[in-house]
C-alpha cells in the first residue's frame, strides 16, 4: 500500500525524481499514468530507489524496467 503525502509535504512525484538536474526537472513533466509503468505513485520502492541512485550520480546511466524495458 502506497501512502499519499501529507499536506505540506513533497509530492510522491518531487520525492522520486529529486534534485535540480535537467533530467529530474524532465522526468516531473512527464504523465507516467500514460506510460507502461503506471501512476509514479504505484511504482515499487526498488524503482524509485534505482531512479534517486541515477539521477544522484554524476554519470551518464541507463534502466530499464519491467517486461517492456521501459
Same mark, same amino acid.
Given at each position: 500500500m502506497v501512502t499519499q503525502p501529507q499536506r505540506g509535504t513533497r509530492s510522491v512525484?518531487? !520525492?522520486v525524481f529529486v534534485g535540480t538536474s535537467e533530467m529530474a526537472q524532465l522526468m516531473k513533466t512527464i504523465d507516467w499514468a500514460q506510460t507502461p @509503468?503506471? *501512476?509514479v505513485e504505484d511504482w515499487p520502492n !526498488? @524503482?524509485?530507489? *534505482?531512479l534517486g541512485?541515477? @539521477?544522484a550520480s554524476g554519470y551518464p546511466m541507463y534502466i530499464a524496467w519491467g517486461p517492456e524495458y521501459v
Open positions: 512525484v518531487d !520525492s @509503468l503506471g *501512476a !526498488s @524503482l524509485r530507489t *534505482a541512485i541515477l @539521477l
